[in-house]
T-cell receptor, first 118, second 116 residues
Framework: GAGVSQTPSNKVTEKGKYVELRCDPI?????LYWYRQSLGQGPEFLIY????????DSGLPNDRFFAVRPEGSVSTLKIQRTERGDSAVYLC????????????????FGPGTRLTVL | AQKITQTQPGMFVQEKEAVTLDCTYD???????LFWYKQPSSGEMIFLIYQGSYDQQNATEGRYSLNFQKARKSANLVISASQLGDSAMYFC?????????????FGKGITLSVRP
């Protein structure tokens, strides 16, 4: 079946602009995660959705970052007043379950959106 | 808090040989899961193998096996019979099993290059 998809694959914007990054998870997956990967680093957790609600947003760096998942499927990561330090690859992942005893809750990742802030 | 440490510099292996990629971890969670992902130059993170902290046996998945030593807090990935397509970045990651949040904590990754 189809994997996690993310759009756009690349986004170039100017400092101070607003951007939206979209994630379409694997059909039927209840949990959705956003990570950010800077050059030469491993992905860092941003936010986790269980269904429509943000169950953990402790990884969002500041209030310029916001994410929604209104219907429990597609999610949008929104970044206001972008800064050059926001440049990174933004990865989305989904898992069938989360926190279910006995389940590995394996996360499957999308190809990422490379964001460049000039 | 969880921490993953991957300190090996870029690794090189001859095609068809085996290679071990090191991973050590630290956590206060009593139950946890350990993952390895592969990230080729295309950028997508590909799930390879999973090991639960209470699993009695080391995980295996095709050419991948996990050398899990709980007392040493290490979870090294062994790739047997290396192929040219194995050249990529490899990330070790972990999550707590208790609680509903399955967020992953990643290491910095290791670059593996397979020589023909």
């Amino acid at each position: 079946g189809a994997g996690v998809s993310q759009t756009p694959s690349n986004k170039v914007t100017e400092k101070g602009k607003y951007v939206e990054l979209r994630c379409d998870p694997i059909s039927g997956h209840t949990a959705l995660y956003w990570y950010r990967q800077s050059l030469g680093q491993g992905p860092e957790f941003l936010i986790y959705f269980q269904g429509t609600g943000a169950a953990d947003d402790s990884g969002l760096p500041n209030d310029r970052f916001f994410a929604v998942r209104p219907e429990g499927s597609v999610s949008t990561l929104k970044i206001q007043r972008t800064e050059r330090g926001d440049s990174a690859v933004y990865l989305c992942a989904s898992s069938l379950t989360a926190g279910v005893v006995g389940s590995t809750d394996t996360q499957y990742f999308g190809p990422g959106t490379r964001l460049t802030v000039l | 808090a969880q921490k993953i440490t991957q300190t090996q510099p870029g690794m090189f292996v001859q095609e068809k040989e085996a290679v071990t990629l090191d991973c050590t971890y630290d956590t206060s969670d009593p139950s946890y899961g350990l993952f390895w992902y592969k990230q080729p130059s295309s950028g997508e993170m590909i799930f390879l193998i999973y090991q639960g902290s209470y699993d009695q046996q080391n995980a295996t998945e095709g050419r991948y096996s996990l050398n899990f030593q709980k007392a040493r807090k290490s979870a090294n990935l062994v790739i047997s019979a290396s192929q040219l397509g194995d050249s990529a970045m490899y990330f070790c990651a972990m999550r707590a099993i208790t609680g509903a949040n399955s967020k992953l904590t990643f290491g910095k990754g290791i670059t593996l290059s397979v020589r023909p």
